[in-house]
Each structure stands twice: as C-alpha cells, then as structure tokens.
T-cell receptor
Framework: GDSVTQMEGPVTLSEEAFLTINCTYT??????LFWYVQYPGEGLQLLLK?????DKGSNKGFEATYRKETTSFHLEKGSVQVSDSAVYFC?????????FGTGTSLTVIP | DTGVSQNPRHKITKRGQNVTFRCDPI?????LYWYRQTLGQGPEFLTY????????KSRLLSDRFSAERPKGSFSTLEIQRTEQGDSAMYLC????????????FGPGTRLTVT
C-alpha cells in the first residue's frame, strides 16, 4: 500500500545552519506530495506541496522537489531560524486520504 | 478567518464510557476528514465525508467508532466503550472537493482514557 518513510529525529541545529529532512514514498500511481508542519501548541499546517514529478514546492524558505526516479521528496532550507522549531511531516495524497510519515522534530538553538 | 474548530480540546474519560467529539469545518468546504494521531506518530486516516455522505472508512475505524455529518456541515465522532488504546489526538480536517485539494486541519481533541 501507499506509505511514507521519513528521517527520524529529533534534529537539533544551530541558527543559520542548513536543514535536510529526508522523505521517501511508496505509491501506486502518481500521488501529490506534501510537507506539513506542526508548531508547538498549534494544529497541522500545510508547508508546501508538489503535484507531479520534478515539481518543486517552496514556502517560507523551505523547498522540496518531487523526484520520481528516487521516490523522494526531501525537505531543505538553507538557513534555519529559531522560529522554525516544530515537527515536520512528509505526506502523500491517495485521494481522498493523506498518508503521513511519523514526523521529524526540529529544534533550532540560537 | 474562521478555520476548522474542534470541541472539546481535551477529554478525560474512564474506560468503558462513551465520548463524542465535534468538528466544525470551514463553511464552504464540502469534504470533511477524521484522523487519529498517537504520540510520536503521524496522523492516521479514519474516515471522510463528502457533504453528508460517508464515503470511506479505514480499517482502523472499529465498530465502536461512528461518525456522522447529518446536514453536511459539522461532524461528530463517537467512541463507544472506550479503551485505553483509544487515547490519542483526534484531528479533523476539511477541504474543497478535488484530488490533491489542500486540507485544513483543526487543533484536535486530545482524548485520555484512564
């Protein structure tokens, strides 16, 4: 069945460091891929999405590229800030439901 | 901006009791979803509605769970004869119709079964 595997955390980085959170997927067909973020005490929010191969989703300095050949959708940010501390979930859409990874907790220290 | 709201935010109940949660989606969204999230895991799909019709249910949704959306607006999720394993965060989301449509999540109801 459809599933998502993402890098386990927790991840701790210093401010302005480079971030990569790995995500790979297994799916029949051509799903849409997402990164969701959950800030402390808040609900899940869509961070970015890509709907087809080679699409790049981007938002708030985060980027992820839909790689069909490697079935990956890694999240990257060139310079993280303390305010980026949150739990990040990779997900794929097998409409109508969404399959989520287990989440990666990121802490950015000043 | 009225997003997805859920009530109550927290519920503590004793094993064997019944509980009911409510979700109010974004008003123009015709799709509504329920997910369950346990500690250290990502949300798991439970069921979804298109308008008032419940169109899909996960195998996770045992016969003790029932969801309704009687008028195609708010939805309720009831758990009968709660078990300790039901302790989790129950998330509701809504979206417009269409594959890949963005789902907007509510803050969740945290259930603790003692």
């Amino acid at each position: 069945g459809d599933s998502v595997t993402q890098m386990e955390g927790p991840v701790t980085l210093s401010e302005e460091a480079f971030l990569t959170i790995n995500c790979t997927y297994t799916a029949t067909g051509y799903p849409s891929l997402f990164w969701y973020v959950q800030y402390p005490g808040e609900g899940l929010q869509l961070l970015l999405k890509a709907t087809k191969a080679d699409d790049k989703g981007s938002n708030k300095g985060f980027e992820a590229t839909y790689r069909k050949e490697t079935t990956s959708f890694h999240l990257e940010k060139g310079s993280v800030q303390v305010s980026d501390s949150a739990v990040y979930f990779c997900a794929l859409s097998a409409s109508p439901s969404i399959y989520f990874g287990t989440g990666t907790s990121l802490t950015v220290i000043p | 901006d009225t997003g997805v709201s859920q009530n109550p935010r927290h519920k503590i109940t004793k094993r064997g009791q019944n509980v009911t949660f409510r979700c109010d989606p974004i008003s123009e969204h015709n799709r509504l979803y329920w997910y369950r999230q346990t500690l250290g895991q990502g949300p798991e799909f439970l069921t979804y509605f298109q308008n008032e019709a419940q169109l899909e249910k996960s195998r996770l949704l045992s016969d003790r769970f029932s969801a309704e959306r009687p008028k195609g607006s708010f939805s309720t999720l009831e758990i009968q004869r709660t078990e300790q394993g039901d302790s989790a965060m129950y998330l509701c989301a809504s979206s417009l119709e269409g594959g890949g449509s963005k789902q907007y999540f509510g803050p969740g109801t945290r259930l603790t079964v003692t």
